[in-house]
């Protein structure tokens, strides 16, 4: 294993240090492995708040800061953050206007956000709603899920929800919202190579050099079936038909991620994003708005995933908002 | 080789077909490759462009737009531009006032960069002025290179003379700045793997699992020595004392930037930082701004450097002016 990291039990507070030295905007709290906005939002505004496995850089503490998160919980890699966690993130962001708890869909979070939601609530009355995202349309169980995965949406929703927030929507307003930014987006992706856990020290999966992984899990879980390796267009398709298959994007505005999974360059990410906008394109989906980038990542995996949300102009105004985090930044 | 490719002679055609749907601000000359704003600066404002071989990404196509450059020409993969590459151009940047070559030291770039500037004087009368970017303290001559390669401070220089330019600085100025920049600013890089040409179809170089290249060159050339793979907090002493050796920063303000070589995900980065950032401020660096993710990459090469550059209160208003470019985006 190669990696640039000191003691392999040391990864995530060492990388906390990194992120709290690089963003004067952020504050760690290193005992609960919390990182929240060190000016946080006016009295009065509705808290969002994420969390989940580490491993998956930007997301979340990438995406704590104005126009996005007021706080995230880290667990270590590829491990849900614990109940006591989710309750220090949720007092810290907490602006007396209830919290948002934003969870991908793998049971160990969703149980945990749970428990935490709870104990915060008895513990300070705070009044706590959560989103789940699950919008993997690779598989309908996993090695870690019921039902379908949260993952890739889950950027785009933090953003969107982020700039509501800003906005000072209240708090029923902002759990609609995101539940119509979950409804309305889909998801899938693919693996050329396993990831490395710096824990385990060796690949989680094995994958010949002539196959790939489609549909592929954030924490290397298997996906739909393993497929030779093919051409970018081929792959492309392989990613776009089983989203348009699920939902009808019609013609309206969409915004579309293509994200890297943490070991794929940005040459790679560029052609990918031209053979996965012209299928969309050819679909007759209108692309208002796109990232091209490392977004939500599986340690060092080679490989991408797609996201596709279908937009009214109100999404895309909240899209436009400032927002100043170390993973996105623009307007600010 | 596994890649997100289609065929290995089209990979530089089809990124630039995806960096152009991707970005509405972009045009791309696909016959010349040369890459440019969709609407340019106003006339009579200095144009800036940059260009060499890709696989490098997001430098340089990814620096192209408001705040940064006016056009970039991409030669194939570790290839520098040709000079009809780099008068195309210089032509379709040109807005009357000059144009400023940014160029890192490379042989073939420095000496195609100086015939296309030749040809574009005589072709259309345009004044060319080119800086020479040579900041990288690992070795003095290399494979590809008498003296000192161009390495990581060609962002930053790229984003603080943009934005001189926007302003309407002249094309004397620009170069000055430009030059001043170069002499105060200093990059060390490690690589942790070879990079994979797509091309060649095998890595360019090989590195035992227990060690590292410390000083390589961002195409894989070799750089001081190899060394036993070692703890970040080791690696990161190893960057940043030559660079301290170099050149006496003193207790000013700096703009330090951990750049990912393209296949190191967020994380390793994030934790990298930390050290970095320690050493420097341990040394009485005063680190007023800071990068840290993929801007200047080798492929999918894994593995980081460092740049660091002396700053003060006007280099540091520059910087913080706005930009919107594929590969750095704020404030616009």
Redesign the interface.
């Given at each position: 294993m190669?990696?640039?990291?000191?003691?392999p039990g040391d990864?995530l507070a060492?990388?906390?240090?990194?992120?709290?030295?690089?963003r004067p905007d952020l504050r760690v709290d290193h005992e609960n492995r919390v990182i929240y906005r060190s000016t946080p939002k006016d009295q009065g505004k509705v808290a969002l708040i994420s969390g989940g496995g580490?491993?998956h850089?930007?997301l979340h503490g990438?995406f704590v800061g104005r126009g996005m998160l007021d706080a995230a919980c880290a667990g270590e890699v590829f491990t849900s953050p614990t109940p006591d966690q989710i309750v220090e993130a949720t007092k810290v962001a907490d602006r007396g206007a209830g919290v948002l708890h934003i969870v991908k869909n793998y049971t160990g979070d969703v149980m945990n956000f749970e428990m935490g939601a709870e104990l915060a609530a008895l513990e300070t009355g705070v009044e706590v709603a959560t989103v789940v995202v699950d919008d993997d349309v690779a598989v309908e169980n996993s090695t870690w899920t019921a039902g379908r995965r949260g993952v890739g949406l889950t950027v785009l929703l933090e953003k969107i929800v982020g700039a509501a927030a800003e906005e000072g929507r209240d708090l029923a307003a902002l759990t609609d919202l995101a539940k119509k930014i979950n409804a309305d987006g889909r998801s899938m992706g693919m693996a050329?190579?396993s990831c490395t856990v710096p824990a385990a020290g060796k690949p989680t999966f094995d994958l010949p050099?002539d196959q790939?992984e489609m549909g592929v899990g954030i924490h290397g879980e298997p996906g739909r079936k393993r497929v030779p390796?093919a051409?970018?267009?081929d792959?492309a398709r392989q990613l776009v038909e089983p989203i348009l298959a699920d939902y009808a994007f019609g013609s309206g505005p969409a915004i579309v991620m293509?994200n890297g999974l943490?070991?794929?360059?940005?040459?790679?990410?560029?052609?990918?994003?031209?053979?996965v906008?012209?299928l969309l394109e050819s679909a007759g989906v209108s692309i208002a708005r796109?990232l091209?980038g490392?977004y939500i990542?599986s340690?060092?995996m080679?490989?991408?995933s797609v996201t596709v949300l279908k937009a009214d102009d109100e999404l895309l105004r909240l899209w436009d908002a400032p927002v100043?985090t170390?993973g996105l930044?623009?307007?600010?």
């Open positions: 190669k990696k640039l990291i000191n003691d990864v060492d990388a906390l240090t990194g992120i709290e030295k690089a580490s491993g850089e930007p990438g050329l190579t050099e790939i390796l051409p970018a267009s792959i293509l943490g070991g794929t360059p940005l040459i790679e990410l560029y052609l990918m994003y031209g053979e906008a012209a796109n091209v490392d990542t340690l060092d080679q490989g991408c100043n170390a930044r623009w307007g600010a």
